[in-house]
């Protein structure tokens, strides 16, 4: 056997060995008569969730960012480099728990069919509903770790004041733990209103997809990316716009402009630094360096992580690596922080 034959035996070996955990489960757990902080109920609300490995292992909760879904951890950059034998969850020892916040995926969401006569919800009643999901419904009395990405990692936060001895670790990736102003705000505030200023939106009573969906993907697209990445991967007008149709194309697919508004509305009254000093959990906040979402000069992460008793601020430098805000789905570049944690004493 040639050495060029060897090589790629090697590698290949390695691929498969990364992605060589159980096969996931998938779940739904319905919630009677599910109250809202605003007051609304909702007499049925289907909470939709994956696990990997068995109940167990030391169980893991990991929480998804806005508009995905807990499946979309299931990538070889994510759970290839963190689920497998000797990797540092690896599901053979831990029990994963990857739920659908409530607006996302199979759990309950506004295009069920209530439109927008489904119940506002924010932050906390998503935490809420996880928190009773893991709890009741999968019998979980304590957490290894909480770590989440993007709306998943502030969702961490809040896991962190409002459960500060369900957990011994924590870990939010990309995110910043006071309330959502500045740019941040301005980007939400552009997708909301794209939506809701679009006659054709009819007050969530369309019938097909207003154009203020499609406008409301490009400035999430802008500030969600790597300039970095995005010039070396089309370096030409042609090759940008191909791109940018694509895209746009992708991200509006199987997607629904109720449930995005929802999703954006329901960070208006996030903001878990009056409480952060009630965090008892070991934590190491991570961000990258070129996330525009929560860029570094704000100097956010360095103020606040001071408060957390236990606390640490990493942030990942740009590099060739690096994906912007989607950094914090780049498992190789901070899966050394999650060892941290789960060895620290």
Known sequence: MNTRLLLHCFLLGSLLRAADYPVPAEGDWVVRDFRFHTGEALPELRLHYTTVGARSGEPVLIMHGTGGNGKGFLSDRFAG????????????????????????????????????????????????????????????????????????????????????????????????????????????????????????????????????????????????????????????????????????????????????????????DYNPEPDLEKIEARLIAVNSADDEVNPPELGILEREIKRVKHGRFVLIPISGETRGHGTHSVAKLWKQYVVELLTAP
Do not use: C
Not at 143 to 150: D, E, F, I
Not at 171 to 176: K, Y
């Open 81 to 268: 480099e963190l689920f497998g034998p000797g990797q540092p969850l690896d599901a053979s020892k831990y029990y994963i728990v990857l739920p659908d916040a409530i607006g996302h995926g199979k759990s309950s969401k506004p295009s069920d069919g209530l439109r927008m006569r489904f119940p506002h919800y924010d932050y906390y009643d998503m935490v809420a509903a996880d928190y009773r999901l893991v709890g009741e419904h999968l019998g979980v009395k304590h957490l290894r770790l909480v770590m989440g990405t993007s709306m998943g990692a502030m969702h961490t936060w809040i896991w962190g004041e409002k459960y500060p001895g369900f957990m011994d670790a924590l870990m939010p990736l990309a995110s910043a733990p006071v309330e959502i102003g500045g740019r941040n705000r301005m980007l939400r505030r552009m997708i909301i209103d794209a939506i809701r200023k679009d006659p054709e939106w009819n007050n969530g009573d369309y019938q097909e997809e207003p154009h203020g969906f499609y406008t409301a993907q490009y400035g999430l697209l802008m500030m969600t990316s790597s300039p970095w990445e995005m010039y070396r991967q089309w370096p030409s007008r042609q090759e940008a716009d191909a791109a940018f149709d694509r895209l746009v194309a992708d991200r509006v697919r199987g997607s629904d402009a109720n449930d995005m508004l929802y999703q954006f509305e329901s960070s208006g």
